[in-house]
């Protein structure tokens, strides 16, 4: 029997990474005053030499919230006009603050609204031209071209962010090194069935088998992971089945991945291949990531550990195709505790049971809460 963890966002956070959507952007606003002015931000936003008491007042800006308090003030003190939905200062003669790209404005907003996911925005945009039928063919065109644009634009930034980060991270990590080993040694029950091969423990009609090997599937950017290597030993290894940064063989794979959508048969049926250039299972084709998986899960069968993938739509065609899998023998998660009553398990298996057509199976396959465990933070 084989072993697939598949490691999310979740899994960066929980090492105290600032690598989530939440993070990315709110970087973006809190460097506005020194970055504002930059090719990078100049291309998203547009704003005015002349007119800078927004982000040069005593207010400093955490957030896009902290922005569009600053700009209400700051309008009302000098007689601008301020349209609050359309995040737009403007007077007479100058615009002040606007947003050049529609796409980052939405995700703002969204972020701002305490929940935010670029990539399924993303789709609901392709889905709402797509099905604008007041709109011309080429008209159509022009909104996808520039939804993409757009788009590309966002997934630069995001990049950008993120190689900073990582930076960061190698650092971090050498300085945590004594945190980690006090880490494994406090929470043994997580890692021994990750880097333990004599471990057997199997949930299903507390059957045993014996387990040969173990795939860590990342759906990170990240190589976070590879810090634990030192305890792997034989029998393990990594997929990065979305890319790594900084990895030219390797391109970072951003877009979506449901071709279980209804309405995806319509987009590929518009016969234009703009509406597919940002959809995963394609990007999946640039190199061999994919194909590996597939080979793992069909030469035996494995159990399942998820940490840290929330399981959303975006990666519904890969998870069902995992999941769904005859091969596939249970599904266990290791959700996020936010307080002694409060955790997120339940919200997990909401988004697996959509990448289940058979929801007898889904019962079958996933593992019940009093058999799960909270993925705890693994460095304070």
């Known amino acids: 029997m084989n072993r697939l963890v598949i490691i999310g966002n979740g899994f960066d956070l929980a090492h105290g990474l600032p690598t989530s959507y939440r993070d990315f952007i ?94 399924n925005q993303y789709y609901k945009q392709l889905k709402i031209i797509a099905k604008h039928r007041s709109l011309s063919a080429n008209e159509q065109k022009e909104q996808v071209v520039l939804l993409n644009k757009e788009f590309e634009q966002v997934k630069s930034l995001l990049k950008a962010y993120l190689i ?13 090194n004594n945190e980690i080993e006090d880490h494994l040694k406090e929470e043994p029950n997580i890692w021994e069935f990750l880097f333990d091969k004599k471990n057997k423990e199997y949930y299903e009609n507390d059957v045993n088998l014996n387990l040969e090997d173990t795939l860590f599937l990342s759906f990170n950017y990240t190589k976070t992971i590879e810090n634990y290597s030192s305890y792997m030993g034989n029998g393990f290894s990594c997929n990065y089945i979305h890319g790594e940064l900084n990895n030219e063989e390797l391109p970072i794979i951003f877009g979506f991945g449901d071709e279980m959508d209804e309405h995806y048969a319509d987009i590929e049926n518009l016969d234009d291949n703009e509406y597919l250039k940002n959809f995963k299972s394609i990007q999946y084709l640039e190199h061999s990531n ?41 599904v266990k998660v290791y959700y996020y505790q936010m307080s002694k009553y409060s955790d997120n398990y339940t919200e997990i298996i909401q988004n697996i049971s959509r990448h289940f057509k058979d929801k007898k199976m889904l019962r079958n396959k996933v593992v019940e809460k009093m058999h799960s465990k909270p993925l705890v933070k693994f460095i304070g």
Request: hydrophobic share 30%; proline share 1%.
């Open 26 to 119: 709110d970087d973006f606003w809190k460097n506005f005053k020194d970055k504002c002015k930059s090719d990078e931000y100049q291309n998203l936003i547009s704003t005015h030499d002349h007119y800078n008491g927004y982000y040069n007042g005593v207010n400093q800006i955490e957030n896009f919230n902290d922005l569009k308090v600053n700009l209400e003030n700051y309008s009302k003190e000098n007689g601008h006009f301020y349209d609050s939905n359309a995040v737009v200062c403007r007077n007479s003669h100058n615009t002040i603050f606007a947003f050049k790209s529609d796409f980052f404005k939405l995700i703002n907003k969204k972020n701002s609204e305490n929940w935010v996911d670029i990539e």
């Open 164 to 176: 900073k980060t990582i930076n960061k991270k190698y650092n971090w990590f050498d300085l945590k």
């Open 290 to 330: 994919y194909k590996n998986l597939y080979n793992f899960i069909e030469a035996e069968p494995f159990q399942v550990f998820i940490m840290g993938h929330s399981c959303g739509l975006s990666d519904r065609t890969l998870l069902s195709m995992i999941f769904e899998n005859e091969n596939c023998l249970s």
